[in-house]
């Protein structure tokens, strides 16, 4: 693993990750494409309970894999772990689009933490357990929203995910 790899991976547990950040004007991306679809009250009735499943699914799997890594940590790593964590949140919530700081460049908070290698061999473990699940979280989640689109809809939706990608590699 390199070292951009694990400090993705500290980065990820070092935030309180909430499904969607919110933009400028305090829209949240989900909100946004579902107001974009033109959808029918049922299918914005069937699609919100289904991105509140998605939300709390995907906090529920970050708090879970926070607390594992933060069992890895000595108390000093925790301690600055946590610290890092709460400044990295202040910034968020300060920047109008969740932007991350490059002060937090995560080969720096790495260095902060001054895992070992065999922390490092557990974090990584843990991690990619924990992609491999929001992958097939965020695969099945796709799936259900849909199954309650028409055929236009999902070929717009497809369509909006492909531009927000390849705006957001920019």
Known sequence: MNIRTLSL?????????????????????????????????????QIMPLMKTYRDSRRARIDGLTTQIRAILTPAQRERYDALKSEHEQQRSASSGGALSKRHGLAEMATSLRLSPEQINQVRTL????????RA??????????????????????????????????
Do not use: Y
Not at 17 to 45: C, F, H, K, M, N
Not at 127 to 134: D, F, I, L, P, T
Not at 152 to 166: C, E, K, P
């Open 9 to 45: 991976i500290l980065l990820l547990t070092a935030t309180l990750v909430t499904s969607a950040a919110a933009e400028p004007g305090g829209r949240r991306p989900w909100r946004q494409i579902v107001d974009q679809l033109g959808l029918t009250a049922s299918q914005s009735e």
């Open 127 to 134: 991690a990619e357990a924990s992609m491999q699940q929001a």
């Open 137 to 170: 979280d965020h695969e099945r989640f796709m799936e259900s929203v849909k199954r309650v689109l028409t055929p236009d809809q999902v070929n717009q939706l497809q369509a909006m995910i492909r531009s927000r990608r390849s705006t957001d590699s920019d």
